[in-house]
C-alpha cells in the first residue's frame, strides 16, 4: 500500500478521520473527497507532511466524483446521513462513486453500508443502504462491503449523546429498549476498511457485518452509560404509541425513520463474517469508553473511577 493513492469519499468525518489516520500509517497517499472540506482539516495533521490532499466533491455529482477519483489507486466511499434524502446519497451516490471506480480502472473499491440494509425494511434508511450496496456490486463486482453496527468512538454521536442525556435528566428515558445492538469500535472498523482495501485479491466481492463483541439492549446500553458515568438513575421505558408522537415533532429526539429502525435488532446475522476475518480483533465497550466517558461524571476526571 506504500505510496499508494486512496481517495477517501467522506474522509472528514468521525469515521473518515481513523480511516485516513490507519492509511498514512501504511504510508498511502490519502485524497480526502468531502462536500465541505471545513470538516476535513483535522486529517492534515494525521500523517506527514504532504500525505493528505484535499478536494471538494459532492457523491450526489457524478463530474465531481469522476474528478476526485483520477489517478487514484483505490477508492472507499464512507458517505451516509441519518436523515434527509437517503436514496440520493446512499443509493445514487453510491451508484456515481462505484461507476467512476471502474470507469478508472481503480484496484480495490471499499463501500460502507451498514447492518439492517435490506430491500424489505421498513425504514427508508435501510432500503436505501440496500440499493446502494446493489449498485456497487452491479458496477464494481470486486468490491468490499462493509456493514458496521452503530460505531463508538471519543467523538461518536451514540455514546456522548445519551450521556450527556443521562447527565442532566431527571430520569433515563429509553425508547425501543429491547433492541439490541454489537456496538463496534471506530479504531477496529478503521482497520478493518484499510485491510480491505490493502488486499482486495482476499477481501474484495464480499460483505462483512462488522460488529462488536457484546450484544447488548438499547436498556443495557443506557443502563451501562449511567454506571460508568456514575449517575444512579431510573431508566424508564417510553411506549411505542408515544415515541411515535414523538416521532412527529419537527426537531424531537427521534424521527419517524429512525423508529421504524429501531423495530429491527442491529446484530450481525448468524454466521456472517466479520471482524476477525478482516483480521481486526474486535474490542470490547468498556475497554476504551471510560477514556473519554470521564468527563460526564460529576466532577469529570477528578472523580474516582467507578468499579465495575
Do not use: C
Request: without cysteine; hydrophobic residues 50%; charged residues 15%.
Amino acid at each position: 500500500m506504500k505510496d499508494s493513492l486512496v481517495t477517501i469519499f467522506g474522509g472528514g468525518g468521525f469515521l473518515g478521520r481513523q480511516v485516513a489516520q490507519a492509511l498514512m500509517a501504511r504510508g498511502a497517499r490519502v485524497r480526502i473527497a468531502q462536500r465541505d472540506l471545513a470538516v476535513a482539516v483535522k486529517v492534515k495533521a494525521l500523517g506527514n507532511l504532504g500525505q493528505s490532499q484535499f478536494v471538494a466533491a459532492d457523491i450526489r455529482k457524478p463530474a465531481t466524483v469522476a474528478r476526485a477519483i483520477q489517478g487514484s489507486d483505490i477508492v472507499i466511499n464512507l458517505v451516509g446521513i441519518l436523515a434527509g434524502d437517503f436514496d440520493a446519497f446512499h443509493h445514487e451516490g453510491a451508484a456515481n462513486v462505484a461507476q467512476a471506480a471502474a470507469a478508472a480502472g481503480v484496484t480495490a473499491l471499499v463501500h460502507v453500508s451498514a447492518i439492517g440494509a435490506d430491500a424489505a425494511s421498513p425504514s427508508a434508511y435501510g432500503r436505501s443502504k440496500a440499493a446502494g450496496e446493489a449498485a456497487v456490486n452491479a458496477a464494481f463486482p470486486g468490491a468490499t462491503i462493509i456493514r458496521p453496527s452503530i460505531i463508538f468512538g471519543q467523538e461518536d454521536q451514540f455514546l456522548n449523546r445519551f450521556a450527556q442525556l443521562i447527565g442532566s435528566a431527571p430520569v433515563i428515558p429509553v425508547i425501543s429498549g429491547t433492541t439490541r445492538f454489537q456496538p463496534v469500535y471506530v479504531a477496529d472498523v478503521a482497520q478493518a476498511i484499510a485491510n480491505a482495501a490493502e488486499k482486495p485479491d482476499l477481501f474484495g466481492g464480499k460483505t462483512y457485518e462488522v460488529a462488536g463483541p457484546q450484544v447488548m439492549s438499547m436498556k443495557d446500553i443506557n443502563a451501562w452509560i449511567a454506571k460508568t458515568i456514575g449517575r444512579d438513575k431510573p431508566l424508564v421505558d417510553i411506549p411505542h404509541g408515544f415515541a411515535s408522537l414523538l416521532a412527529l415533532l419537527p426537531g424531537g429526539p427521534i424521527t419517524r425513520d429512525q423508529l421504524a429502525m429501531l423495530g429491527r435488532d442491529n446484530v450481525a446475522a448468524p454466521g456472517a463474517e466479520g471482524l476477525e476475518a478482516l483480521g481486526v480483533a474486535p474490542t470490547p465497550l468498556g475497554a476504551v469508553a471510560d477514556k473519554w466517558m470521564v468527563r460526564y461524571r460529576k466532577h469529570g476526571r477528578f472523580a474516582g473511577r467507578v468499579s465495575a
